[in-house]
Structures are given as structure tokens and as C-alpha cells.
């Protein structure tokens, strides 16, 4: 059984720093794609980032780029999102997903597996 299970969000002023984990279960790392995706209330989900199990190449939203960091340790099958200069505009749900493709892609309905979410809030 597939399965992912993200923790590590919480309450942070702008400027700061937040680490996202993804414990992922039940398929082969490498033949997966791990995306990282957020929900606003109100707005729709988007893509923030991916890596790519096979060769750990990453992609990431535009507006991200430069503040978010996404890495994952193969031995631990755990992926991680490293959020610093953290800004209001971040706050949302966050969720961690899985598609069997080797192809990295910000688009959800690509993606097969989803997470629980975890609650981000940036005050500022």
C-alpha cells in the first residue's frame, strides 16, 4: 500500500524557516516523482516543487525558486522541503504526492498518491 505522511508545518513570522518531511511507503523511490503542493483557502492547489527519485533532478514554482529547497534521503524514503524566507503569501496547506513517472511535473492531476497535509501559516 502506497502511502505518505507529511509533518513539520507550523507557525512562522515572515523571514523565518520551515522544514517539510515526507515519509513515503509501499513503492520503489526511484521510479517515482515526489511533488510538494500547497492550498490556499480559496484558491486552487499548485504545484511548488518536485524531485525526480531516479536522479534526484528537482523543479520548482517560479516564485519559490530561490527560498525553497527540495532534497530527499533514499535510505530514510523520506523527501524534504526546506521553506526560508518564508512570506504571507506561502500560507496554505501542504502536501506531498507520488506519480510513477520519472518525468518531474508541478501538475496535480498528474500525480496518483496524495498525503494528510500539513497547515503552514506565515504571519506577518
Known amino acids: 500500500e502506497v502511502q505518505l505522511v507529511e509533518s513539520g508545518g507550523g507557525l512562522v513570522q515572515a523571514g523565518g524557516s520551515l522544514r517539510l518531511s515526507c515519509r513515503v511507503s509501499?513503492?520503489?523511490?526511484?521510479?517515482?516523482?515526489i511533488g510538494w503542493f500547497r492550498q490556499a483557502p480559496g484558491k486552487e492547489r499548485e504545484g511548488v516543487s518536485c524531485?525526480?527519485?531516479?536522479?534526484?533532478?528537482?523543479y520548482y514554482k517560479d516564485s519559490v525558486k530561490g527560498r525553497f529547497t527540495t532534497s530527499s534521503d533514499n535510505a530514510k524514503s523520506t523527501v524534504y522541503l526546506q521553506m526560508d524566507d518564508l512570506k504571507p503569501e506561502d500560507t496554505g496547506v501542504y502536501y506531498c504526492?507520488?506519480?510513477?513517472?520519472?518525468?518531474?511535473?508541478?501538475?496535480?492531476?498528474?500525480?496518483?498518491?496524495w498525503g494528510q497535509g500539513t497547515q503552514v501559516t506565515v504571519s506577518s
Open positions: 504526492a507520488a506519480v510513477g513517472s520519472v518525468a518531474g511535473t508541478l501538475v496535480a492531476t498528474f500525480y496518483d498518491y
Open positions: 509501499g513503492f520503489t523511490f526511484d521510479d517515482y516523482t
Open positions: 524531485i525526480v527519485g531516479i536522479d534526484s533532478m528537482t
